[in-house]
């Protein structure tokens, strides 16, 4: 059996605490390879490595860090469909979504391709007598990602490649069930030019976040995953005055308005619903047609389309989407459709139970459809992260717009219209961190900023974009003057500028 390690100091290195999870082959249901869960020990080898590493890092001018950027671009480029095939085997998502996995996060890296831009500081000639002020960016030394299965490659990259831009040393602790993409793009920025240890890639599970969260050389963690680690880890990093950013689940609305062309809502709603098997979190969960005559319509049309979605094996280009990530993946979803129609809820489309011949034992699962989910049921409180739509029937647009906005979640939602002061102001007052306007996935691009609200991000700057230079730097502010000698002595109060 394969076994997959760390990545430290620019070199594999192999698991030593005796512990190991399964990494799956979704699409079949075996088992593929083994990784090595870290030790608090490890850990702590991992952050001495890349504290060694940092500073002649960051003494690198940024050009020279830029350089590493756009040659790390050129060599994932001749890489991107062998990586997004290994990405597609463990994760389970179709080769082409593994492609555009690999593509948003190339896209980060692009972005951070302007880093002596983006570094520059702020500078006030004159601001009082013979004095000048300017501020710079600083980086912080270590610094630590925590990431979800849902996307190996583009939220690492999201979070590594302005933090290693700005001149920090990263370490990437990815999730257990697909770590194999991770350790390649570490692998390909050591190719690229960079330092060993600038780039540590630590597998693990709780024992390894936690000795993360503990490590005092470590100033600042990213995560992404579910709520309640979110809260978790915020928390925790709070305690040990660590800056945090933590992005967690969702529940994505998405309006249908009376006007819209009900063709492109429901196109929209096909792709955005059950592409990735609905393992994303800007996925639409809930769809929510205003009136009962929309709603029929909807209805009328979305139940065939959901029908006859191609599920299919992740290297089947053709299928719609592929197996979930684990067998326990599959079985809390059905848990979830079971609870929607035991609380009354009427199930259209029953995805349970759904074999694909010559891949019975892989974790697949058909679409499933709800009608008339009410806001009291477990299914709509809470994220199902499955092939699962709910269709909330809102009798006004007041009513629709109500139920994002005082969802817990707040992640994404989408209003779909052809009405543009409807459009106006529901992006104005919906209580919601990304919105779209017949858009159904609104994912900002590289250099705006991605980011939920509630109990979708704890922390106050978003990833990528202006925020994630930010957050990987500290602002240190110089007020300089240089008199030739003391002229009129000293001064006990306080300088203002009246
Ligand atoms: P998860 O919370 O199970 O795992 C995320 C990370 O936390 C992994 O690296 C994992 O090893 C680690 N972890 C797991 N259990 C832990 C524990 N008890 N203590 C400390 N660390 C622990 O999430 P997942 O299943 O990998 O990913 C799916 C979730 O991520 C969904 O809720 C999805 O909505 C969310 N997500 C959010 C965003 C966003 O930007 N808001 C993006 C992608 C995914």
């Not at 993360?212 to 990093?237: N, Q, W």
Request: hydrophobic content about 40%; proline content about 6%.
């Amino acid at each position: 059996m394969r076994t997959i390690g760390h990545y430290i100091g620019g070199r594999n290195v192999g698991g030593e605490s005796g512990r190991f999870a399964d990494v799956f082959h979704p699409s079949t249901g075996e088992v593929q390879a083994k990784v090595a869960l870290a030790s608090k020990a490890e850990m702590r080898a991992a952050v001495e490595n890349a504290k060694a590493a940092q500073p002649a890092w960051a003494a690198t001018n940024p050009q020279k860090r830029a350089r590493v950027m756009m040659r790390f671009l050129e060599l994932i480029r001749g890489e991107h469909d062998a990586l997004a095939e290994l990405l597609a085997s463990e994760h389970g998502k179709t080769v082409p979504d593994a492609k555009g996995d690999i593509q948003r996060g190339v896209e980060v890296v692009e972005f951070a391709c302007g880093i002596p831009h983006l570094l520059k500081g702020e500078y006030t000639e004159g601001a009082g007598p013979g004095i000048d002020v300017y501020s710079l960016r600083q980086p912080l030394g270590v610094v630590a990602g925590i990431t979800p299965f849902n996307f190996p490659a583009m939220i690492p990259l999201w979070k590594c490649a302005p933090a290693i831009a700005c001149g920090n040393a990263f370490i990437l602790k990815p999730s257990e069930r697909d770590p194999s993409v991770p350790i390649r793009i570490a692998e390909i920025f050591l190719e690229a030019g960079l330092p060993p240890g600038i780039l540590n890639v630590v597998n693990g599970d709780k024992e390894a976040v936690d000795a993360i969260l503990d490590d005092e050389d470590i100033k600042a963690v990213g995560f992404v995953g579910s709520s309640h680690i979110a809260e978790y880890i915020y928390v925790r990093a709070a305690e040990t005055g660590k800056r945090a950013q933590c992005f967690g689940g969702a529940k994505n609305h998405m309006i249908i308005m009376p006007d819209a062309d009900m063709g492109q809502a429901v196109d929209a709603l096909i792709g955005a619903g059950y592409g990735s098997a609905g393992e994303r979190c800007m996925a639409i969960s809930v769809a929510v047609p205003v009136g009962e005559q929309t709603a029929d319509r909807l209805m009328e049309k979305l139940i065939p389309r959901v029908e006859s979605l191609k599920i299919g094996p992740s290297h089947d280009g053709s299928a719609d989407y592929g197996p979930l990530v684990t067998r326990e993946a599959v079985q809390k979803v059905a848990s979830y459709i079971n609870k929607g129609v035991a609380e009354g809820a009427q199930l259209a489309v029953d995805g349970r139970g759904f074999k694909l011949q010559g891949y019975e034992n892989g974790f697949y699962m058909g679409g499933s459809l709800f009608d008339r989910v009410t806001p009291d049921m477990t299914i709509y409180k809470e994220e199902i992260f499955g092939p699962v739509l709910s269709v909330v029937r809102a009798k006004d647009y007041e009513e629709a717009l109500a139920l994002p906005s005082t969802h817990q979640y707040g992640n994404g939602v989408a209003i779909f219209t052809q009405d543009g002061d409807a459009a106006r102001d529901f992006t104005a007052r919906v209580n919601v961190g990304m919105v779209g306007v017949n858009v159904p996935i609104p994912v900002p691009i590289a250099y705006h900023t991605f980011g939920g609200w509630k109990r979708s991000g704890f922390g106050d700057l978003n990833q990528h974009g202006p925020d994630s230079i930010r957050f990987y730097t500290k602002t240190k502010t110089v007020t300089q003057r240089w008199p030739s000698g003391i002229k009129s002595g000293a001064e006990f109060s306080i300088p203002t500028m009246r």
